[in-house]
């Protein structure tokens, strides 16, 4: 019975020694990449819930409470996190002069202490290279409007021109003059065809002018 009841508290002491493993993850400082912007915190067993280079999110457990001011007093004089204070009992939020804001959270019942960094938003960069897309969008609107601008002109030289076409077209009715071919050795008939009638080196002239010489049109071809 002895060795019974010795085996079930070393079971259980293994079993509670292990979830207590399970549950205390210690974390490593160097993996954490905003490490150099907040002071390092002496209790680290906890849980990272966010470790980018953008923003850091941990959980540090069983954390005394006289921590929480001294973390707190680090960061405000040893990484400059004194711009912009919002604090409160147990909350503690400020940035410093490069920007980034780091937020303690001290949690009295549960003894858990949050820390939160966040880096300056890197869209300040990104607004100004969407700055840049939208100058250089200006700058290709502008290409582009100074390329309508001068397409214009492209189209009114048609414009131009057909005016002109116009212009010819009532002319060329006008002066349509029907083309007719006279014989050159007799006959007094003017012909539409060059080989009509047998005629040798035919003479091609207007129909007012074959009317003018005398001729008279041809009944075979007219
Ligand atoms: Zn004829």
Redesign the pocket.
Known sequence: MKKALTLAIVTLLVVTLFSCNLFTDTINWYSIILKDQIPDPIYRSGTTLENTSTKLSLILYNVPSHEYPAYVDKCMNEHGYSNDIDSESYYFSASNSSGYRVIVIYNVDSNELQIILEAPEQSNSEPSNALQDISNDNTSNTNEEQSEETSPPENSTPNVTSPEEETKQPDQPSTSQEMV?IPTNGGK?????AD??N?KNPRQVTKEKAIEMGYS??????
């Open positions: 071919w008939k003017y012909h539409s065809r009509c009638s005629m049109p041809c009944k075979k071809c007219h």
